[in-house]
């Protein structure tokens, strides 16, 4: 009788990224659930099994690109003096980071590199 093996390495990863996905998409209800995503990103990044797998690798760095860009265009937007420009800059980087997480989430659903 032959034994299959099957790694759970790659099921273990997607359901990371799923977890940090879930995690971003919390965004418009309190900063805290993006923010914890980005630091469990950031220790992602230097775990040796998470470099190892190409899927993993482009999808956290897919997120953390798109979280830390999202924080800039809040930092620039709250620092404007006119609040059409900010209100601008604020609904702006949301839409933008809504679309990078749906087009990031369903990739990752499709196993599909971003």
């Known amino acids: 009788m032959a034994t299959v093996s099957i790694s759970t390495d790659l099921i273990e990863d997607k359901v990371l990224l799923h977890s940090l996905y879930a995690l971003l998409a919390a965004y418009p209800f309190l900063g805290i659930p993006p923010a914890l ?11 040796k099994k998470a470099s190892a797998s190409d899927l993993m690798s482009v999808h956290l760095k897919w997120q953390r690109n798109s ?3 999202a924080l800039l265009l809040a930092v620039i937007g709250y620092n404007l003096s006119s609040a059409w420009l ?5 609904i702006g980087g949301g839409i933008w980071f809504t679309y990078r997480i749906l087009r ?4 990752l659903q499709e196993s599909e590199i971003v």
């Open 37 to 47: 995503a980005l630091v469990i990103n950031i220790v992602q990044m230097f775990d």
């Open 86 to 90: 900010t209100a601008v800059f604020c």
């Open 67 to 69: 979280s830390l860009i």
């Open 104 to 107: 990031g989430w369903l990739a």
